[in-house]
């Protein structure tokens, strides 16, 4: 691939880790918005972002991008950047790159004919990190238990992208691994993978015999019967986004531990999320020959 | 679930064997078509097919269910059976499932009111046939190699369901194993599954070092330029259905060994094969609430 | 196995958890000397030290049994118990087990005429608290670094009983693991287990490129030397018995982080260490036909 | 390592292609003893063996050496070679590497002040060759069975070197797998390395429910008792040498299936086993410092 020019524009730790990840490989960054992050970083931060845009090729903005639909996700800068304001000085050969790209914000880029690309929705990146999440799953069950995994039973609820690859990870260190669904295929892929299956009418059968259970679905699924039937000791890792699988309230009057814990890869493994952040960006631009 | 009443009509061992489990877990079964065979089986045959129709629930077909969109695929029956003649004795309520089911046999169906399901078209079965397929795979490149699998270079081109079961049993017998893909989230899967990734444009790069190389993708990939790359040892097992994925021709001319293996779950391991058929069938009665 | 009385005297958590674990397979035990500890348990303390061990088939010290070949280690305990009274009040036909029975006190029980039994001896002991020391040392890589173990190179020095388990658990979360040994034969089983297999002799060669090396061999085999080819990001983990194997000092003035990690299976894990004790006290039951 | 000039003496198959291999890697070898063989190779054999012997650092016997503690094993020989004639044709500081060298060899090769190795005593060669064992093992249950060995139920006599490769690869391909032993220290290492432990003492209770049982073990342990309990469907296959660790008769009077399948890594993968013992030789010469 040629080396290219590229901007990266506010964001988090990662992003400062994605531009150093891009220049260790001879590509130009121009790295603008962490004034404030007091992150140790090799590269420069530059100071005119009219310069740095129109000196690139790829305009990288933060995951997610932003929070209001109108100023970018930039914590560690000291004013606000307007996303009219980037896409203003954008030019219609350049392309912008950044996570959770609402429809807001792509009607706003088509006005101004900038041609932006979803980070998160790309569906290599939405595999790759499950790796980083499954790790920080499994580091904070080491971190909570007084037993090893090795040899614990576990259930994973839901066997989608991040339900294979945390089963595959705990049985990989000895776990006792059970996988429930809905879907008969996916019964399929979890006997096919060596991971023990439950359909969701079975569930509860199961729930009572678990050392842990991670949930992966978005939806209330450990509702309170659900809770009921674990036991005390039982610790329960609620994986999904809002608003989690989990009834906290009744959990917690059970006296049940819940662990809510969302955004690992940003938080347990930042330099490993940039990297798969640059390979996906670097596939983006194979397949649109850029 | 409750007991039923099955009629298993013609198609092959696997029917056979298929019907024996269905009885084993305590339900009936008719079954017609198999005078010929000389399998070894502990049921009877029934010889009124009508009042074997009449008396089930379900009517299971051949697999694949017809050669010619009119008879029945039932190669150990002493006379031809017409599809339309089962169509036609079939009630409303009772449900005919068999393998490929044409289009032209489903408009058939529909004009005698029958309801009929493709078994093949079935998700989980499709995914489940990948073991006994990926097992019978392992089984011939060990019979045909001076060399054990354990150690040996190997290249699965197709990251599909059965990439992904082959490849997992390959490195759990200590295989070196590539698998190539186009798609980069199938290159991200390979990478959360601890597989050598090859993305396709660098296949050319890798087909020389490889000891064995599977194809699973029906479309012609081993094509002239490519087989010449391959060293003269290496062993190709093709795994893909008509017309196959390599230039077989030019293979020959080349001195390369390449074995076409098609329909290996009935061959290397016809009592799973019809384990998984019955498993199906019972997931699909559930769904149906039959 | 016919239900027995034990009494456990001292050591730490593990003991406690040990007791419980006995009492819970119906078994009785008194449980002497942790009225300072503070820990959460079901079980009764007895207050009468002659009565217990009176009243009991097994007794149970402490791990390590004792720190001054005079006193029992007793950290929770108000008053010193002399282990030569110990002794004295024991009769022939019971059985005294602890952790790291050195000669002088094998020497004072052959003079009581008692029978002792050094847990830590037991090989089974020996391999199973391999598994929570495994799981403690990913958990605290884990914890350091700023990347995924899934992917990273690692490398472990030694392929002993530790070496087996913790390589064998990190290929299972994805790693790419090396491991040194000086034997050929360990070389062997480094290939039978998928290992990627570093002589010593070729050591040097591979020390560069590690992100994470783990030291299993109580000798000083990270030299001064050594620790200079290593990369300054990574990081290492001595698991190894004093001395231990790395240079300290010299790490340190290089600005290796180095992380020296003893006593795992009691701190990450006391409940499972408690388990794999009871294990190998019933073991030993069983052989002594007690 | 320097390279070398080596002569081999008979020998099967494996010979031939240790010889190869040999060369491959730049060295010199002298191949006698081959003429009615028909194998294909692309060495050229020397005919005068004196001159062979004469010109080399390393004379390589057979595997194994002899059949009567006089002459070579020598199947493709058209002549006999007695071993007292090649001792005294070697200098002392010549090196004669075999398999399976007798005491009494042993006593004449002093005699004659020839230092003499047995490859099949060094532990690296007996772990390795566990490899291609546990292959052909598992190639034999394929062909034999007519269910996958995924999901089939299979238990190991046995959990020493070959018993650990086994279980690895069965696990590796989806069977459920137990493992017997004696020891305790057994026991848990197969709890460490995630199989199911069955203890000799509770053996019994598990041979009804598998579908697959190999011993590994060199004494009857399935006698006639411990037959009966097996399922008529259960396949045997015995690894363990003479005199194997089956009540052979009873089995069939049983109507149990039994393969006694001995020497599997000379039969399936002649070439890995070639090379395993190419691997070894290379290791005694890097040890003697030759």
Avoid at 159 to 174: A, E, H, P, Q
Avoid at 176 to 184: G, P
Wanted: contains cysteine.
């Amino acid at each position: 691939m040629d080396r290219m020019k590229y901007t990266v524009i506010g964001g988090d730790l990662r992003n400062v880790k994605l531009a150093e990840a891009i220049v260790s490989d001879g590509n130009q960054v121009n790295l603008f918005g962490f004034e404030k992050a007091g992150f140790e970083t090799t590269l420069d931060e530059i100071e005119d972002l009219d310069a740095a845009i129109d000196d690139s090729q790829i305009v990288i903005g933060p995951l997610p991008c932003t929070n209001d639909n109108e100023v970018l996700n930039t914590p560690f800068h000291k004013n606000k950047i307007y996303i009219n304001e980037v896409f203003r000085k954008m030019k219609k050969n350049q392309l912008f790159i950044a996570g959770r790209i609402s429809d807001r914000i792509t009607q706003m880029a088509k006005a101004y004919n900038v041609y932006t690309i979803d980070l998160l929705e790309r569906e290599e990146m939405a595999v790759l990190n499950c790796i980083p999440t499954a790790e920080g799953a499994i580091q904070i069950a080491m971190e909570e238990l007084p037993v090893t995994l090795n040899g614990s039973k576990i259930l994973i609820l839901g066997y989608g992208r991040l339900g294979k690859v945390l089963t595959r990870m705990l049985s990989g260190i000895g776990a006792e691994v059970w996988a429930e669904a809905r879907k008969f295929s996916d019964l399929a892929w979890m006997k096919a993978n060596g991971i023990n299956a439950v359909h969701i009418n079975d569930l509860d059968d199961y729930l009572g015999r678990m050392d842990v259970i991670y949930n992966t679905i978005p939806s209330r699924i450990l509702n309170s019967d659900r809770l009921e039937k674990l036991g005390r000791e039982c610790l329960v890792i609620d994986l999904a986004s809002k608003p989690g699988g989990v009834d906290f309230d009744r959990a917690k009057l059970l006296g049940i531990k819940v662990i809510w814990a969302l955004s690992l890869p940003g938080k347990v493994a930042p330099v490993t999320a940039a990297n798969y952040m640059k390979q996906t960006i670097y596939n983006i631009i194979e397949e649109l020959g850029v």
